[in-house]
C-alpha cells in the first residue's frame, strides 16, 4: 500500500472512527441511564419496604389492642342495650322540666312557710283564749 492509497481510506478511516466512538458514546449512555434507573427504582423499593414495614408495625400493634376487645357480636348488644335506655330515657322529665319543677316547688315552700308563720300566730291566739278562759270560767265573776 502506498501513500496515495492510504490517504483515500484516511477521510473512510476517521469516519469509522468516529462512528465507533458515537456508538460507544451511546452505549455509555443507554448504560449508564440504565444503571441510574436502576437506582432509582432500587431506592423506590427500598422506601416502599421500609413504609410498609412501618405500616406492618402498626397493625400489629392495632390488633393488638383490637384483641382484648369483646366481638362485634357484643358491640351489637350494648348498641341495642344502649338504644332501648334511650328510648326509656326519653320519657323522662327533660332538664328544662326540672327546673320548673324546683321552681314550683320554691313558690309552694314560701307559701307553706307564711302558712307556718300564721298558724303560730294562731296558735298563740287560741293558747291566749284558753289560758284566760281557765283563769276566768264563764259564769263566776267577771262580768
Excluded: C, K, N
Excluded at 369483646?70 to 334511650?86: D, F, G, K, T, V
Amino acid at each position: 500500500m502506498d501513500a496515495l492509497t492510504l490517504a483515500a481510506w484516511l477521510p473512510w478511516v476517521t469516519v469509522g472512527q468516529s462512528l465507533v466512538t458515537a456508538a460507544i458514546a451511546v452505549a455509555l449512555w443507554y448504560v449508564r441511564r440504565d444503571a441510574a434507573r436502576r437506582a432509582a427504582i432500587e431506592r423506590i423499593e427500598r422506601t416502599l419496604d421500609q413504609r410498609f414495614q412501618e405500616l406492618r408495625t402498626a397493625l400489629t400493634l392495632q390488633e393488638r389492642s383490637i384483641a382484648g376487645l369483646p366481638p362485634l357480636s357484643a358491640w351489637a348488644a350494648h348498641a341495642q342495650r344502649i338504644a332501648i335506655l334511650e328510648e326509656r330515657l326519653g320519657h323522662l322529665p327533660s332538664t328544662e322540666d326540672l327546673q320548673r319543677i324546683h321552681s314550683r316547688i320554691d313558690h309552694v315552700s314560701e307559701g307553706m312557710a307564711e302558712l307556718r308563720g300564721g298558724i303560730g300566730r294562731l296558735q298563740q291566739s287560741v293558747d291566749l283564749l284558753t289560758a284566760r278562759l281557765l283563769d276566768h270560767p264563764a259564769g263566776h265573776g267577771h262580768a
